[in-house]
């Protein structure tokens, strides 16, 4: 793994949340996405060299909406940026670490993306994320 490539929260209401995180941070959000698939509205913010992702739940049947269900808002992941996902998924499985999808997804911010059960890391939701490199 090569660095941390964002933490994951959780909101309820993102037009609100990027108001909150801009106060916060002294910036506006640079990016927002919506990813149809996983039925979430995201928003990006970049903290120096580090990345907050703010997570909207577009449907109820949204994992968002069943985290905030569940748990309220707050920190729902983290990601770590990875050069092959692919193999880091093969070494993770062969460490006993559960994968909740084995075949790399698309995610928000040009990203493949696969996430571990967080059973098996200590209660928190782990993303490995791979750039998508565009050919021309």
Do not use: W
């Not at 941070?25 to 149809?36: H, Q, R």
């Not at 911010?109 to 928190?124: A, E, I, R, W, Y």
């Amino acid at each position: 793994m090569n660095k941390i490539e964002h933490i994951g929260i959780a909101v309820k209401n993102i037009e609100n949340s990027n108001e909150l995180f801009s106060k916060l941070l002294g910036a506006p959000s640079y990016k927002t996405e919506t990813v149809e698939s996983e039925g979430v509205k995201t928003s990006f913010f970049k903290v120096g060299s580090n990345k907050i992702e703010l997570l909207e739940a577009t449907n109820a049947d949204s994992p968002i909406a069943k985290f905030i269900d569940k748990k309220g808002e707050g920190i729902h992941h983290i990601a770590f940026d990875v050069e092959n996902i692919e193999e880091e998924v093969k070494r993770l499985t062969g460490e006993g670490f559960v994968v909740l999808n084995e075949i790399a997804k698309k995610g928000a911010d040009n990203k493949l993306v696969v996430f571990l059960h967080p059973k098996s890391t200590n209660g928190v939701l782990i993303e490995l994320c791979q750039e998508i490199i565009l050919k021309e």
